[in-house]
């Protein structure tokens, strides 16, 4: 990649042997694989100065480069996607780098924008990460684990994720609850930092590297957003991609 002072890039960690889904990117979607719908959506938003692949999989690695896509090898021990990413990024001359996760694909233009504009506004020099919610509103949605649930402060800090539903709806009726959707705008240097620290218990038990980042006093923008976000994290959220694709 030709260095370009200030740009701002984004990765899509992948890596074939997904723990809950095995070889979930690869699967079908619409007549296209999951991980190349989720490049492509990518690419199409133009607010990119290059999107990359990067994954330590032969497999996905060909995928995206038959077709005409951008892929890095990293290694296969990275813990993380952002261990995955930092890896990678290290000689690169870049501002903002934007993790989307491979199991996106409705990655959509004007949520990643609403992302990217805070490192614009008045508080930008406090931002360390920025990333996004969605608001739940189905109790089996919110009760989900698989649906990340993050509670903010009044200036829209993440205080905590928890695949618990926080805060807890004793009272269904009343409450606001918001699924964290895993794309991530790091600042380079906030990222490196990142993947410096160890992993810490919470990260360990909730098996949510987020938690890394506010042990260590990483400061996280929540930017919500209402467009849909579909993870695939399961095969009947692939079947729901699926029905929301057709």
């Known amino acids: 990649m030709q260095k370009n002072k200030n740009s701002i890039i984004a990765m899509i960690p992948a890596r074939f042997e997904a723990s809950r889904?095995?070889?979930?990117l690869m699967k079908d979607l619409g007549g296209m694989t999951v991980i190349q719908r989720t490049y492509e959506?990518?690419?199409n938003t133009q607010l990119f100065d290059d999107v990359y692949v990067v994954t330590d999989s032969d497999i996905i690695f060909d995928e995206i480069?038959?077709?005409g896509g951008k892929a890095l090898k990293s290694r296969s021990d990275h813990e993380?996607?952002?261990?995955?990413i930092a890896e990678v990024i290290v000689d690169l001359d870049v501002d903002i780098?934007?993790?989307v996760q491979g199991d996106e694909p409705f990655t959509q233009k004007e949520s990643l924008e609403k992302l990217l504009a805070v490192f614009t506004e008045k508080d930008a020099h406090k931002i360390d990460v920025a990333s996004l919610k969605i608001e739940l509103t189905d109790l089996g949605d919110?009760?989900?684990p698989n649906n990340v649930k993050v509670v903010t402060d009044a200036n829209d800090f993440a205080m905590y994720f928890s695949r618990s539903p926080i805060p807890y709806p004793r009272d269904e009726k009343k409450g606001s609850w918001y699924k964290h959707i895993g794309i991530y705008a790091f600042r380079k240097q906030a990222l490196l930092d990142f993947t410096k620290t160890p992993m810490t218990m919470l990260e360990a038990t909730e098996k949510l590297e987020n938690l890394r980042f506010l042990a260590h006093d990483l400061k996280v923008k929540m930017v919500e957003t209402n467009q849909i976000a579909i993870g695939i994290d399961t095969p009947e959220d692939l079947e729901e991609a699926r029905t929301h694709f057709n």
């Open 80 to 84: 993380s996607g952002s261990d995955r």
């Open 142 to 144: 919110i009760q989900n």
């Open 21 to 24: 889904f095995p070889g979930k």
């Open 97 to 99: 780098v934007v993790n």
């Open 65 to 67: 480069v038959s077709k």
């Open 41 to 43: 959506a990518t690419v």
